[in-house]
């Protein structure tokens, strides 16, 4: 049994020791946690739960992660090229931009970092589906140019999208970076 253990404590153990800095962005209405949907958004009181847990299972991994959210589209952009020299990676929900912010995604590609776009729910799910939005499906702008997409998972999408971010930048060949691809 000890042994088992041991082989999933290695599975677990990140690649890298860098201490990598992850830029978390939460869009419009996200400040609404706690008031939203239990069935889709789950027990998260507030966005200062969420931005504790993500922060707090980044310390876990050894990496720092900063915390940014704003019910305006010019400070989401203000902060993104503030951001853009200092952090590693980002994860953002665009939450109430999902649909149209070309603005957000542009910026968010010309810092030519990885970008794990994270959802509490499942846009891809019907609105009647457990997990779906109520106008869902809907299609987000963001998906086409991210690294990666969890979504569907309530807070869990965003550890999800920690983890395979700080995994996928302890990996050298990440996205052909160790591979002479570029």
Same mark, same amino acid.
């Given at each position: 049994?000890?042994?088992?253990?041991?082989?999933?404590?290695?599975?677990?153990?990140?690649?890298?020791?860098?201490?990598?800095?992850?830029?978390?962005?939460?869009?419009?209405?996200?400040?609404?946690?706690?008031?939203?949907?239990?069935? =889709?958004? &789950?027990? %998260?009181?507030?966005?200062?739960? !969420?931005? $504790?847990?993500?922060?707090?299972?980044?310390? /876990? *991994?050894?990496?720092?992660?900063?915390?940014?959210?704003?019910?305006?589209?010019?400070?989401?952009?203000?902060?993104?090229?503030?951001?853009?020299?200092? =952090?590693? &990676?980002? %994860?953002?929900?665009?939450?109430? !931009?999902? $649909?149209?912010?070309?603005?957000?995604?542009? /910026? *968010?590609?010309?810092?030519?970092?990885?970008?794990?776009?994270?959802?509490?729910?499942?846009?891809?799910?019907?609105?009647?589906?457990?997990?779906?939005?109520?106008? &869902?499906? %809907?299609?987000?702008?963001?998906?086409?140019?991210?690294?990666?997409?969890?979504?569907?998972?309530?807070?869990?999408?965003?550890?999800?999208?920690?983890?395979?971010?700080?995994?996928?930048?302890?990996?050298?060949?990440?996205?052909?970076?160790?591979?002479?691809?570029?």
């Amino acid at each position: 049994m000890a042994e088992a253990a041991n082989v999933r404590e290695r599975r677990l153990a990140r690649p890298g020791a860098r201490r990598h800095r992850i830029a978390l962005i939460d869009g419009p209405n996200m400040s609404n946690l706690g008031r939203r949907s239990k069935k =889709v958004y &789950g027990p %998260i009181r507030s966005l200062e739960e !969420l931005h $504790t847990f993500v922060r707090e299972a980044g310390a /876990a *991994l050894g990496v720092e992660v900063e915390t940014f959210a704003s019910n305006y589209e010019g400070a989401l952009l203000e902060y993104i090229h503030a951001s853009a020299e200092r =952090v590693d &990676g980002y %994860i953002v929900n665009p939450a109430g !931009l999902t $649909t149209q912010s070309e603005a957000m995604r542009h /910026a *968010l590609e010309e810092t030519d970092k990885p970008v794990v776009e994270v959802h509490f729910a499942n846009l891809h799910a019907a609105g009647t589906s457990p997990r779906g939005v109520p106008a &869902g499906p %809907i299609v987000s702008r963001f998906s086409p140019t991210a690294t990666g997409v969890v979504m569907g998972l309530r807070h869990y999408s965003y550890l999800g999208a920690l983890v395979a971010l700080v995994w996928s930048l302890d990996d050298a060949d990440f996205l052909g970076a160790g591979l002479g691809g570029g």
